[in-house]
């Protein structure tokens, strides 16, 4: 009731086609909604009794659910639903400024020093081995045995390229999560990206996945993912003297400014420039929060333990053993 409740309130906000009933084929789940609990490094569900199954977390809280799900590759899963006490507690932040691109996938500046992470491209990696194994699927008769076989080959390179992005986010994310408390970002058009040439890489790079990572691994922590408004110049303009180069193109990676002489690469002086963009929105609250106040180069709590009861799904799903 719970799921068509929320697909027809999609519906009606036009952002999905009319409800329909689940597929037979491809992936599964399903949600229990109680009378779940964790017994003898396995879950118990009801009328199933206990399934054993990987426990990746140490599970501190109340169960509130549990949905288990068989992909397309006959694998199962079970998410676990979350109600836990939070209670964090910090005196100084640190703000880092992240600039999103293609050639360099993160450019982080935090205030003193610059390092850039370089993507990994996972569909390019494996598309020699994807398209093998589509070559075979389409020589196989349809309806045939051999075709529904061919077909989990090919669900498992996209499962090996889908997994391989996922945990290259996951730990980025993590890493950018332990340095800082507060991370600026564009706020990008996603959509409107991938609709130009560049759409196998900008889906490839997985900027919306990172952005949703930072962003409830930050909150989960005390912390904030801000986001700039993705019309603000942050590579046109200066970080030296403010100065706007409205000649610049995508091509130019490097450029010396007119009027202070200052040489910049292109992605670090965007990161300087959201992070300062950043820094101005935290003081000014023009975001409508009031917790955070900056001053200079450190921002800082108002109140020094934040509390939140919350209810949050772990990062890393329990694997059930076949």
Known sequence: MKNLESAFKNFFSKRTKFPKFKSKHKKQSIRYPESCSIRNKGIKLP?????????????????????????????????????????????????????????????????????????????????????????????????????????????????KIANTRQDFLHKLSRKLCDENQIVVAENLNIKGLARTKLAKSIHDAGFGMLLNFLDYKLEREGGKLVEVDRFYPSTKLCSGCGFKNDLLTLSIREWICPECKTQHDRDENAAKNLREEGMRILSTNTDGQSEFQAWGETVRLVGTCTEKRVSVNQESPVTASA
């Open 47 to 159: 009328k199933l009794g206990v399934v054993k199954a990987n426990i990746s977390q140490v599970i501190n809280g109340q169960i509130k659910s549990v949905t288990v799900s068989k992909t397309s590759t006959d694998k199962y899963f079970a998410a676990i639903l979350l109600e836990m006490d939070d209670s964090t507690t910090i005196e100084k932040l640190k703000i880092s400024g992240i600039d999103l691109g293609l050639s360099s996938l993160v450019t982080v500046f935090d205030g003193e020093t610059t390092y850039k992470v370089d993507p990994i491209k996972p569909t390019r990696k494996y598309a020699k081995r994807l398209k093998r194994r589509q070559q075979a699927l389409s020589r196989k008769a349809k309806g045939s045995n051999n075709r529904q076989k061919a077909i989990k080959e090919v669900a498992k390179v996209h499962e």
